[in-house]
C-alpha cells in the first residue's frame, strides 16, 4: 500500500510520544495542509494513522465509540492492550475490503507506556517505535539511530520532531507542519509545529 504522510511512535520510559505530518495528498494533488493524523482515543491512549483519510477517521471513530463502551460495561478504562486488540479485530473485519491505514496505537495504563503497530487487515506487533506511511522509511533511520530506552518523554518529542523534519525533507507526500501528541499519566497534550 502507498502510505500518503507520515506518521511516528515512540515509548518513553514515563509515556508516549505520537507525531505526524500535516499534508494530505491524492494522485499526486496536495489536497489539504492541515490535517491531523495524530489523536488521543481516550485520556490515555492515542492512535497515529496515516493512509486514506476516510478510512481512517471512520477507524477513530469505531475505537472511540468502544473504549467508551468498555467503560460503561466493565467500570474501568480500557487498557492500551485490548485498545490495540480491538483496533486488529476491527480492521480484519474490513479483510475482503480494508481499511486503507498503517496504524499506531500507543498509550499509558497501569502496566506502563506501550505502543502497537497495525497493518491495514489487523496483524499488530508491541514496539518501542515506528515510523509508517510514504516518509517512514526516512524517519526510522533517525529513530534506529537516536532512539534510547530510557528516554523522557521531553527528549522523546524532540527525536520525534528531529525524524519527522529529516522525512518532510524528502518525502514529496509529507510537510506543512507538525502535530504531536504527548501522552503521560496524567494525560495528554496536543503540541503543532508550523513550518513557513
Known sequence: M??????LGIKAKDGIVLAGEKRLTYDGFVLSRNVRKVHPITNHIGIGVTGLMGDAQVL???LR??????ELQHNRRIRVRAMAKMASII???????PMMTETIIAGVDDKG???FVLDPVGSYIEDKYAALGSGGPLALG?????YSDNMSVKEASELAVSALEAALKRDVM????????????????????LFK
Open 2 to 7: 502507498d502510505g500518503v504522510g507520515t506518521v
Open 60 to 62: 477513530l471513530k469505531m
Open 65 to 70: 465509540f468502544e473504549a467508551k463502551n468498555y
Open 91 to 97: 480492521l480484519y473485519s474490513y479483510k475482503l475490503m
Open 113 to 115: 507506556p506501550q505502543l
Open 142 to 146: 533517525i529513530l534506529e539511530k537516536e
Open 174 to 193: 509529507s510537510g506543512d507542519g507538525i502535530d504531536l501528541l504527548i501522552i503521560t499519566k496524567d494525560g495528554y497534550e496536543l503540541k503543532e509545529y
